[in-house]
Structures are given as structure tokens and as C-alpha cells.
């Protein structure tokens, strides 16, 4: 799939600016640090996902004293065209529409446009607590279809509930409690166990990937370690429903839910090493690149048409041999990138715009 | 700082559902801006629905009448006593209705359960039901909830509260859109679901 054209209005820096990307190769974005070339790739990645990549509030996303942003985009889907369009409004509900047709719920807008995002602080992925790797596994999942999209949210909302509930129970186990307790725990367990059978089902169609992956963008003699492996760990065995029930003496203590999807982990190894805690700063760069690359390439083969690639300044953190590496890695599509500075050798644009001062030049 | 009836009003729009500190500023000006007759036509409409009319005594729907109103439907011996839809609010109560496929009764749980609202089953009308079930001779309750987290929640918690009644507790057929409300479900799928109900094994 490709983006044909996007429009924003009133997005971030942007009171109106438009963008006609090469379909295939690499369309760079150049311009100086804070002129606003990342805000053209959260603004694609918005529509894919509906929040920013950078983790930013919605209404973060309007021009200041605008009264909303909007980002549309004509997206080619395998000769099928669609327009797509958000309205990003400060109450936090959007409006979007799908062919100038309105989508009744704004989450119906997933799975209409699919994007890969490298960004510069993707070493967290690697290097960082638990939470960024479930939000990596999960974002691939809604990627590959919409449905895992209302699995996350319901886990999400039942834990909120189910913690509500213990931390008002101060402790005590009341027989009103305990019976809605009860309900919580039969929800939470049934969404909990799909959402985590479809990440572990993913992780192990991404683990054989990404070792390849790695290979391709592993420079040197690291590669001497063996090969990169991957493992989904679930924060408890058995049935999520016995388990529940066995941790609610101490979840009443403690006023959380202690088991669960979000206390799980999707562990990394190079070799025997654990590569969170035993793998070397330029390892485990390249094990971030080869994840991203290696869900890339999951999502492909199931939607038979690649994501768009949206790569956030990420040269200006690779030595050259790294960059290098991912320049060679980098599958064929459409490619979105930003740049402060140069390209690495031997990257061929097709397509270069200009950003200064909230516009966008040829 | 407004002067204090303005400040007072702002307090109290402020404490309606869904109305922010901003939006009851936005609406207190308008209210400001009135003509005085509309003005107080909006209060006076308010006093009058305060004072006329309150919750049925049986079912908790809206009724016309003092403490021991009793609802339109309560009160019409037409229909029957021995099938209880069990909604959340009042307003659900017009949705089944407009399916013209259900001859029972109602009870409003006036609420569904939600922690996170402060809501319990202690804030809703469980016992009330159960008293209904004993009193009136009911055989079949029919859980009619919305298909969100908390509909289904207050669903399965009734289930299993009325496991030990001799009463049939059936739940209405999926198929309505996940995560809406039973109000914006259109007559033919909501009367399709009551048609297709089953019996509930918690
Ligand atoms: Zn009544």
C-alpha cells in the first residue's frame, strides 16, 4: 500500500500543508532540528493507529488556538483507493471519515492504512521496561486485523474496573465484593487469555524473522553470538482464571491486579545472552532495528501488501556501518523519512521536500 | 471570581453528567443572555418534573405521581407479570418498547456496575428485584443489558445471584453492535435479540 497525497490543517506546526510522496522508494523530509519534520510522520501514523507515536495527548496535535486539526490522506490499498480523514478535536473525539463517508465509531478507522514506524528512541524497545515490548507485540496485532484492537481495550477496561473495585475494598472481602470480583475476574480472564494466546501466537511467527532480521543489520563480530531468539512470558501459568483467583488475597492487599496481560513479557535473547540486561548498546540497536524490521515483514505476508515505512531521524543514532546496514535492509514499499542532516551513502531519494518555518518546499 | 448567584450557577451546571468546568461557564452565560421568559420557562420545567414526577415504586421506570407512583406499564393489566426485562435505565425500557414484541414487565437496575463510577451493586435496585421475584410470582427474568463491559457485567452478576431462585434468567441474543448502547440499537435487531434469547448457565 502507498499514500498518494496527504493534507493536514491546523496539525502541530502545520496551519495547511500538503505532501505527494514517491509511491515506491524513499521520500526524504530534510530540514533543521524543530522545524517540524516529525510531525508529517505522526501525522500518517495517526490515522494507522489514532494516538501519536510519540506518546503525545491529542490535543497536543492542534495548532495552537485552532479549534481542530485535521489530517487526510488518499491511500492506495493494492489499486483500491481510499480517502481517509480525521478530525482531531480537543474534547478527544475525533471525527473520521472513510471515502467521505463518517465512521460511526472513530476505532472503526483501523486497518484502513498500515504503517511501520522507526523512531530515534526505539532502543527502549530493547533496553526498556516490559510495557514498551507489549505496546510493539499489540500494535502489530491491530495491524494485522482491527479485531485485536477491541481485545486490548477491553482488557484495558476491566483492569481499570477490577482495580477501581479493590482499591475501594480497602482490603475487605465482602460478600459484595467477592461476587464482583467474581464477574471481573471471569471478564478479565476470557479477553486476557485471547489477547495473550494472539501474542504469543505472534511472537512465535516474529522470533525465526527477527533472527534473520538481525543478521542483516548486525555489523561485526557480534554475529559470533549466536542467533537472536524470542519468547512470550506470561506473568502466571495455568488458566488467567485460577490464577486470578489464587493472587485475590493479594490483590485485595495491595489494591492492584497483580497477574495478567499487562504483567507479561516478551523476552529477547542473542545467543544465550538476555539482551535487555547482557547485550551491548550497539547490539541492542541493531535488535531494535530487527524488530521493527522483522514485524514489517510479518504484517506484509498477512496483508500481502507492505506497510508504509515512516523511518523518525533515525540515521543521526546509527554509526555508519549500522546505517549502512539498515539502508541495504530496508524492504521495498514506500518509504517516508526525516533528516537533519545527510543521507548515508548510497541512499537514493526519489522524491526530497524541504521544511522551514512551518512549510513545506520543494 | 463572578459574583456569587453567577458562581453559584456555574457550581451547579458543573455538577451535571458530562459537563465540565468550561462547558458550565459556556452554559451559564447563555443562560445570562436569556430572554427572561425562556429562562424561566427552563426553571419551571425542572421544578415541575421534580415535582410531578418521580420513580415507579415497582419497576423504577419514570412514572407520574408522588412516592408511591406507579409506572404506565405497572399499571396496565394487560400485560404480563410473569416476565421481567431487566434494563439499566428508563430510557432502554423505550427501546424494547419500540419493538412492540414484548409483553411483560420491566425493572430498572437504574445503573450497571462500574468501580470506577463508584457504582456497586448496592447503588443499583438488586433487592428490589429480588422482592419482586418472591412477590409477584415472576418465572422468567430477562437480562436486556447493553453490549459494553459494564451491560455484561451487571448481566453475569445477576446471573449468579438468581442461580438460586426458581426463576428461568435468560439473556438476549448477541448480535447487537459491541460496545453501543441498547438505545441506538434499531427496533428489528433489538426484537430479533429478545426473540433469540437463551437461557443463561453461570
Ligand atoms: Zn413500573
Same mark, same amino acid.
Given at each position: 500500500?502507498?499514500?498518494? *497525497?496527504?493534507? @493536514?490543517?491546523?496539525?502541530?506546526?502545520?496551519?495547511?500543508?500538503?505532501?505527494?510522496?514517491?509511491?515506491?522508494?524513499?521520500?526524504?523530509?530534510?530540514?533543521?532540528?524543530?522545524?517540524?519534520?516529525?510531525?508529517?510522520?505522526?501525522?500518517?501514523?495517526?490515522?494507522?493507529?489514532?494516538?501519536?507515536?510519540?506518546?503525545?495527548?491529542?490535543?497536543?496535535?492542534?495548532?495552537?488556538?485552532?479549534?481542530?486539526?485535521?489530517?487526510?490522506?488518499?491511500?492506495?490499498?493494492?489499486?483500491?483507493?481510499?480517502?481517509?480523514?480525521?478530525?482531531?478535536?480537543?474534547?478527544?473525539?475525533?471525527?473520521?471519515?472513510?471515502?467521505?463517508?463518517?465512521?460511526?465509531?472513530?476505532?472503526?478507522?483501523?486497518?484502513?492504512?498500515?504503517?511501520?514506524?522507526?523512531?530515534?528512541?526505539?532502543?527502549?524497545?530493547?533496553?526498556?521496561?516490559?510495557?514498551?515490548?507489549?505496546?510493539?507485540?499489540?500494535?502489530?496485532?491491530?495491524?494485522?486485523?482491527? *479485531?485485536?484492537?477491541?481485545?486490548?481495550?477491553?482488557?484495558?477496561?476491566?483492569?481499570?474496573?477490577?482495580?477501581?473495585?479493590?482499591?475501594?475494598?480497602?482490603?475487605?472481602?465482602?460478600?459484595?465484593? /467477592?461476587?464482583?470480583?467474581?464477574?471481573?475476574?471471569?471478564?478479565?480472564?476470557?479477553?486476557?487469555?485471547?489477547?495473550?494466546?494472539?501474542?504469543?501466537?505472534?511472537?512465535?511467527?516474529?522470533?525465526?524473522?527477527?533472527?534473520?532480521?538481525?543478521?542483516?543489520?548486525?555489523?561485526?563480530?557480534?554475529?559470533?553470538?549466536?542467533?537472536?531468539?524470542?519468547?512470550?512470558?506470561?506473568?502466571?501459568?495455568?488458566?488467567?482464571?485460577?490464577?486470578?483467583?489464587?493472587?485475590?488475597?493479594?490483590?485485595?492487599?495491595?489494591?492492584?491486579?497483580?497477574?495478567?496481560?499487562?504483567?507479561?513479557?516478551?523476552?529477547?535473547?542473542?545467543?544465550?545472552?538476555?539482551?535487555?540486561?547482557?547485550?551491548?548498546?550497539?547490539?541492542?540497536?541493531?535488535?531494535?532495528?530487527?524488530?521493527?524490521?522483522?514485524?514489517?515483514?510479518?504484517?506484509?505476508?498477512?496483508?500481502?501488501?507492505?506497510?508504509?515505512?515512516?523511518?523518525?531521524?533515525?540515521?543521526?543514532?546509527?554509526?555508519?556501518?549500522?546505517?549502512?546496514?539498515? @539502508?541495504?535492509?530496508?524492504?521495498?514499499?514506500?518509504? @517516508?523519512?526525516?533528516?537533519?542532516?545527510?543521507?548515508?551513502?548510497?541512499?537514493?531519494?526519489?522524491?526530497?521536500?524541504? /521544511?522551514?518555518?512551518?512549510?513545506?518546499?520543494? | 471570581?463572578?459574583?456569587?448567584?453567577?458562581?453559584?450557577?456555574?457550581?451547579?451546571?458543573?455538577?451535571?453528567?458530562?459537563?465540565?468546568?468550561? %462547558?458550565?461557564?459556556?452554559?451559564?452565560?447563555?443562560?445570562?443572555?436569556?430572554?427572561?421568559?425562556?429562562?424561566?420557562?427552563?426553571?419551571?420545567?425542572?421544578?415541575?418534573?421534580?415535582?410531578?414526577?418521580?420513580?415507579?415504586?415497582?419497576? #423504577?421506570?419514570?412514572?407520574?405521581?408522588?412516592?408511591?407512583?406507579?409506572?404506565?406499564?405497572?399499571?396496565?393489566?394487560?400485560?404480563?407479570?410473569?416476565?421481567?426485562?431487566?434494563?439499566?435505565?428508563?430510557?432502554?425500557?423505550?427501546?424494547?418498547?419500540?419493538?412492540?414484541? #414484548?409483553?411483560?414487565?420491566?425493572?430498572?437496575?437504574?445503573?450497571?456496575? %462500574?468501580?470506577?463510577?463508584?457504582?456497586?451493586?448496592?447503588?443499583?435496585?438488586?433487592?428490589?428485584?429480588?422482592?419482586?421475584?418472591?412477590?409477584?410470582?415472576?418465572?422468567?427474568?430477562?437480562?436486556?443489558? %447493553?453490549?459494553?463491559?459494564?451491560?455484561?457485567?451487571?448481566?453475569?452478576?445477576?446471573? %449468579? $445471584?438468581?442461580?438460586?431462585?426458581?426463576?428461568?434468567?435468560?439473556?438476549?441474543?448477541?448480535?447487537?453492535?459491541?460496545?453501543?448502547?441498547?438505545?441506538?440499537?434499531?427496533?428489528?435487531?433489538?426484537?430479533?435479540? $429478545?426473540?433469540?434469547?437463551?437461557?443463561?448457565?453461570?
Amino acid at each position: 500500500m502507498h499514500l498518494d *497525497r496527504l493534507w @493536514l490543517s491546523d496539525f502541530r506546526s502545520y496551519e495547511a500543508a500538503e505532501l505527494v510522496p514517491a509511491p515506491e522508494g524513499l521520500t526524504v523530509v530534510s530540514g533543521a532540528n524543530g522545524e517540524g519534520k516529525t510531525n508529517l510522520l505522526e501525522a500518517v501514523a495517526y490515522l494507522a493507529s489514532l494516538r501519536s507515536f510519540r506518546g503525545a495527548p491529542g490535543e497536543a496535535l492542534i495548532r495552537v488556538g485552532a479549534p481542530h486539526a485535521v489530517v487526510r490522506a488518499e491511500v492506495d490499498r493494492a489499486g483500491r483507493r481510499l480517502l481517509i480523514e480525521a478530525e482531531l478535536r480537543p474534547s478527544g473525539r475525533d471525527r473520521v471519515q472513510v471515502n467521505r463517508q463518517a465512521l460511526r465509531r472513530t476505532r472503526d478507522l483501523l486497518g484502513s492504512l498500515q504503517v511501520t514506524v522507526f523512531a530515534p528512541d526505539d532502543l527502549t524497545l530493547v533496553k526498556g521496561g516490559p510495557s514498551a515490548r507489549r505496546q510493539y507485540l499489540d500494535d502489530l496485532l491491530v495491524a494485522l486485523h482491527p *479485531r485485536h484492537d477491541a481485545t486490548q481495550s477491553e482488557v484495558e477496561r476491566v483492569l481499570r474496573q477490577r482495580n477501581a473495585l479493590l482499591k475501594q475494598a480497602g482490603g475487605r472481602a465482602t460478600p459484595d465484593v /467477592v461476587a464482583t470480583l467474581d464477574v471481573w475476574d471471569a471478564k478479565l480472564a476470557s479477553a486476557g487469555e485471547t489477547l495473550v494466546a494472539a501474542r504469543a501466537g505472534l511472537t512465535a511467527a516474529l522470533s525465526p524473522v527477527a533472527a534473520a532480521t538481525y543478521e542483516q543489520v548486525a555489523v561485526s563480530a557480534p554475529k559470533a553470538r549466536g542467533a537472536v531468539r524470542l519468547a512470550y512470558q506470561p506473568s502466571w501459568d495455568g488458566p488467567l482464571l485460577e490464577a486470578l483467583a489464587a493472587a485475590r488475597t493479594d490483590d485485595l492487599r495491595r489494591g492492584v491486579t497483580t497477574v495478567g496481560p499487562h504483567r507479561d513479557e516478551l523476552a529477547a535473547w542473542i545467543g544465550e545472552l538476555p539482551a535487555r540486561t547482557h547485550a551491548s548498546q550497539g547490539e541492542q540497536r541493531s535488535l531494535a532495528l530487527a524488530l521493527r524490521l522483522a514485524g514489517h515483514s510479518v504484517v506484509t505476508g498477512r496483508l500481502e501488501t507492505p506497510p508504509v515505512l515512516l523511518l523518525d531521524d533515525v540515521f543521526s543514532e546509527l554509526d555508519p556501518d549500522r546505517s549502512a546496514a539498515l @539502508l541495504a535492509a530496508l524492504p521495498a514499499g514506500q518509504a @517516508l523519512l526525516t533528516t537533519a542532516g545527510g543521507l548515508p551513502p548510497g541512499a537514493r531519494p526519489a522524491v526530497t521536500v524541504r /521544511v522551514e518555518g512551518g512549510k513545506l518546499l520543494d | 471570581m463572578y459574583a456569587a448567584p453567577v458562581q453559584d450557577l456555574i457550581d451547579e451546571l458543573g455538577r451535571l453528567p458530562g459537563v465540565g468546568p468550561k %462547558s458550565a461557564q459556556r452554559i451559564a452565560f447563555h443562560i445570562l443572555k436569556l430572554p427572561a421568559d425562556d429562562a424561566m420557562r427552563l426553571a419551571r420545567s425542572i421544578d415541575v418534573v421534580k415535582r410531578t414526577v418521580s420513580w415507579c415504586r415497582r419497576c #423504577f421506570n419514570i412514572a407520574e405521581g408522588g412516592d408511591d407512583a406507579e409506572c404506565d406499564i405497572c399499571r396496565d393489566d394487560r400485560r404480563d407479570p410473569t416476565v421481567l426485562c431487566v434494563v439499566e435505565e428508563p430510557r432502554d425500557i423505550v427501546a424494547v418498547e419500540r419493538t412492540r414484541d #414484548f409483553r411483560g414487565r420491566y425493572h430498572v437496575m437504574q445503573g450497571a456496575i %462500574s468501580p470506577i463510577d463508584g457504582i456497586g451493586p448496592e447503588q443499583l435496585r438488586v433487592r428490589e428485584l429480588l422482592a419482586r421475584i418472591e412477590g409477584e410470582g415472576v418465572g422468567e427474568i430477562i437480562l436486556c443489558f %447493553s453490549p459494553n463491559i459494564e451491560g455484561d457485567a451487571t448481566g453475569l452478576y445477576l446471573a %449468579s $445471584l438468581l442461580k438460586a431462585l426458581p426463576v428461568r434468567v435468560t439473556k438476549i441474543a448477541s448480535g447487537l453492535p459491541v460496545g453501543g448502547d441498547l438505545e441506538y440499537a434499531d427496533e428489528l435487531t433489538l426484537g430479533r435479540a $429478545l426473540e433469540g434469547r437463551r437461557e443463561v448457565d453461570a
